[in-house]
């Protein structure tokens, strides 16, 4: 049964591009459900520091001893987790997804609690920081990286995945689950008025701008329940998405205000990112027959034309010389004696003497279906 409270929040506009002030599991719960489609959460460690931490030259290490960062154990912060994480799983829309990073003092209990609450794990990332800062006790191995964890909001549900974009992002290769980038230094790290940073763990650009990139789309709305300094915004608006940064310190709201109004949003054609093929619309090469583009007995030849086969009146092949007729996944599978086939890559027809790919045709016939649906 929907609650009168549940209803005035369903009704309310999403306050899209806003630094929200307070409590994030009380401001997520007063947002309308199903209306975010990314949330990136980067929550409190819980280091358990014991005492101040120095350099061999005795200078003290700016370490992270806030006050947010403190829990009186395993059971508070767990609980913590656990409530945050609800307010945030009401929020994704049925095909949202969450980014969460830690490091190992608490990544563990917030990827089990993820499971718990029925996200659905897609990946974990090991951010390998190129530039780490070094263990200066020497009782440990030098703590070099981070831990993302990318899940669903359920099972069955269908996540933005810009496979082509990340691999165009990593020179053509398939993009892995180790990231190496540099920490956050230089111009980039915000300082405050007295010259000292503005936040202990403000994250890169580069971090957010991959996962941006990767799993949102132009108008999506990204939601940041820890917005800090305002990484999630900054990154969001230049990349042509909304952003809600949820944020209970007013100095770090402000900070992060500074930042977003110094930000210069893309438009237009630097926004767009190499489509994924399989979201491209299918064409059956049975269409291709029916426009005319290929004829019925028409010969395609395989890759290095060590094959051939002859194109049938329904859109299948065969090839007598191996006994094989199918589709052209099918007769490219039986000839080289594969277990598949992209027919379309595999097969090329003549033309002036020159080998085509099928594929061009395919790529023609999309090309007219965008037109056909483009505005006016």
């Known amino acids: 049964m929907t609650t009168i409270k549940q209803k005035r929040a369903a009704a309310r506009p999403l306050p899209l591009n806003e630094i929200l002030a307070g409590d994030c599991v009380s401001v997520m719960n007063s947002l309308p459900e199903a209306s975010v489609d990314l949330i990136f959460a980067d929550p409190p460690y819980n280091l358990q520091l014991r005492g101040d931490l120095h350099r061999p030259d005795n200078s003290k290490v700016d370490a992270v001893d806030d006050h947010w960062d403190q829990f ?18 009401r929020l994704l829309k049925p095909n949202g997804a969450i980014w969460v990073i830690g490091s190992y003092h608490n990544i563990f209990r917030v990827g089990a609690e993820l499971q718990n609450q029925g ?4 990946n974990d990332v090991i951010w390998r920081k190129s530039n780490p800062m ?32 990340l ?11 180790d990231w190496v980038l540099p920490i956050c230094t230089g111009g980039e790290r915000l300082k405050d008025a007295s010259g000292d940073k503005a936040h202990p763990t403000q994250k890169p650009e580069s971090l957010l701008y991959r ?3 990767g799993t949102t789309n132009p108008g999506d709305v990204v939601l940041d329940p820890f917005f ?15 952003f809600i940064g ?4 007013e100095s770090y709201r402000e900070v992060a205000a500074r930042r977003l109004a110094r930000v210069r949003r893309f438009d237009g054609e630097a926004l767009a990112t190499t489509a994924s093929k399989r979201a491209e619309p299918r064409v059956p090469f049975g269409q291709v027959v029916e426009r005319g583009m290929l004829r019925p007995g028409e010969e395609l030849f395989s890759i290095g034309n060590r094959h051939k086969a002859r194109v049938r009146a329904d859109g299948s092949l065969i090839a007598p010389d191996a006994d094989a007729k199918g589709s052209i996944h099918q007769v490219g599978a039986a000839l080289e004696g ?39």
């Open 119 to 122: 996200f659905w794990l897609l």
């Open 72 to 89: 009186s154990g395993f059971a508070a912060y767990d609980s913590f987790t656990r409530h945050w994480l609800a307010a945030a799983r």
């Open 167 to 177: 691999k165009s992002l990593n020179e053509g290769v398939q993009m892995r689950s």
């Open 246 to 249: 949820i944020e209970r310190e």
């Open 134 to 165: 070094p263990n200066f006790r020497g009782k440990r191995l030098t703590n070099a990286h981070e831990t993302l964890i990318w899940a669903s909001k359920s099972e069955n549900a269908k996540p933005t995945f810009n496979y082509e974009a």
């Open 338 to 376: 594969a277990p598949s086939c992209n027919g379309w890559t595999y097969w090329h027809f003549k033309r002036e003497g020159k080998m085509v790919p099928i594929d061009m045709l395919r790529q023609q016939i999309r090309a007219e279906m965008a037109d056909e649906t483009r505005p006016n």
């Open 228 to 242: 800090g300094t305002g990484t999630t915004g900054a990154v969001a608006k230049m990349l042509g998405r909304d």
């Open 211 to 213: 996962v941006l990139v």
